[in-house]
């Protein structure tokens, strides 16, 4: 099955199948979430420029930022990552947006209107053409998935959407 844009859906989808066996084998790494985020953002998978991942938890009132993926500034956009988890682990200690998303720290947006304050958070990643995708967590908490597709996406992205942002929601926070 093909997308509007010419993408094979069947062949994203079998790329975010093969997430979990990649989380199994690697069961010892911290940073988990930054390896899902590069394979969900990855050309060949959901076609992502820039993405950010957040969890909201309105309990204690905390909005934190827990991964970002820039592709324009990634040296591993082609390698497989799982292959060199050393090398892109301290690749992201060193990447400027995952720096900048993980200092986002601020109140939750359970008093606010949720699309203004994504839009605030897109503006202070310099996310331009951004669309943002919310979804449950575990203890009532919300995770954020805010990203800026490399191209435009057809409607079937929506729903592969839920399946790779489900993903997110199995990592550990840190």
């Not at 988890?85 to 900048?100: G, I, L, P, V």
Request: aromatic residues 10%.
């Amino acid at each position: 099955m093909k997308q509007e844009t010419g993408r094979d859906i069947s062949k994203t989808l079998r790329l975010l199948l093969s997430i979990p066996h990649k989380i199994l084998s690697f069961n010892e790494i911290d940073n988990i979430a930054e390896f899902i985020l590069h394979e969900i953002c990855h050309d060949e998978c959901l076609d992502i420029e820039r993405a950010a991942y957040f969890v909201d938890n309105p309990d204690f009132n905390c909005f934190k930022g827990i991964s970002g993926i820039d592709r324009m500034q990634e040296k591993f956009s082609k390698r497989p990552v799982w292959n060199y988890a050393d090398d892109f682990s301290k690749h992201m200690c060193h990447s400027q947006f995952n720096k900048k998303v993980r200092e986002v720290n601020t109140e939750s947006t359970k008093k606010q209107d949720e699309k203004d304050f994504m839009k605030e958070v897109a503006k202070n990643l310099c996310l331009n053409n951004h669309n943002y995708h919310c979804f449950s967590l575990r203890h009532g908490n919300r995770g954020f998935f805010l990203y800026e597709p490399a191209h435009p996406h057809a409607e079937e992205f929506d729903e592969i959407m839920d399946y790779a942002t489900a993903l997110l929601a199995l990592c550990p926070l840190q």
